[in-house]
Structure formats: C-alpha cells, structure tokens
C-alpha cells in the first residue's frame, strides 16, 4: 500500500488528510475536555466523560504526529508514537463504558461484573498492544466497548422494568 506524501515548506508530511483530521479532533477533545470541566460539577459521571476527552485527545494528538512521520526515516518514533496513540485510545474506550456502567440504574451485582470486564478489557488490549504495536486490536477493543456499552443499556433498561 503506497502511502501519501506532501512537501510543504521543505517539510515531509505522511498521511497529510488522515494528520489534520486527527488535529481536528485533539481540538475538539480537549475543547471538551476543558468545557465539561469549567461547566459540570464534579460528578463521578462527568469525570469519566472528561478523561474519554482528555485520553481521546491525547490518542489524535499523537496520532496526528505518528501519522505524519509515516514513510519517512523516523521508523522508531512512528512506531512508538503509534503505539501511544493505540494504548491512549484504549484508555479512552475505558473511561466511555465506566461513564455508562456508573451512569445507567442496575443490580450492583451487574454493575461490578460489567466493571470488572471493562479493566480486563483494557489490561489485556493494553497488553496486546504493547507486545504487537498494532492498531487492529483497538478496532476490536472499541468494538467490545461498544457491545459493553449497548448490554450495560439493555440490562439497566430490563431492570429499571423490575
């Protein structure tokens, strides 16, 4: 797969598109980051979704770096950006199904066992991530969050029933 380079200024870029979407979306996240902070109280709910925030701005962030020194001579640095980028995401992906599971009404029994999964789901990506520094295990990390976050959603929905 060829990879897209751009000169600007006698700077290389890599990947430019997929670099100024990630800058895009650090702005944004630490844009929220900042306003949930300055304009919510303090709540264990909010909290959670100010770190989502903070650690997806810090995986766009790295990953607008990471993205750019692709193709170029700076292998080590791509790499160890890239694998930051992976492990801040999965982070991310943790503190988005903590704020659900402390957010929806449920049996506190539920409630640890959906929590316990979510930390074992985040050692053992960030685990995986770190031995192979390859992005596909967030894209399956993100989806098991995703999947948590809708059973988290129907348990609380088929309780609040009870």
């Avoid at 949930?36 to 770190?51: G, P, T």
């Amino acid at each position: 797969m060829e990879i897209e380079i751009i000169t600007v200024a006698g700077l290389t870029i890599g990947e430019p598109v997929t670099s100024l979407t990630d800058i895009v979306l650090a702005v944004i996240s630490f844009t929220l980051f900042a306003r949930i902070k300055n304009r919510l109280n303090e709540s264990f709910f909010n909290n959670s979704w100010r770190m989502f925030f903070l650690f997806m701005g810090f995986s766009t962030g790295t990953g607008a770096i990471a993205h750019a020194l692709n193709g170029s001579d700076a292998i080590r640095w791509y790499n160890t950006l890239f694998m930051a980028m992976t492990v801040f995401s999965s982070i991310s992906v943790f503190f988005a199904l903590k704020a659900t599971i402390r957010f929806t009404k449920m049996l506190p029994s539920i409630r640890t066992v959906l929590t316990i999964a979510n930390y074992t789901l985040l050692a053992v990506f960030t685990v995986y991530t770190v031995i192979t520094n390859n992005f596909e295990i967030f894209k399956i990390h993100a989806a098991a969050g995703l999947f948590l976050i809708f059973i988290t959603h129907l348990v609380a929905s088929s309780c609040a029933r009870l």
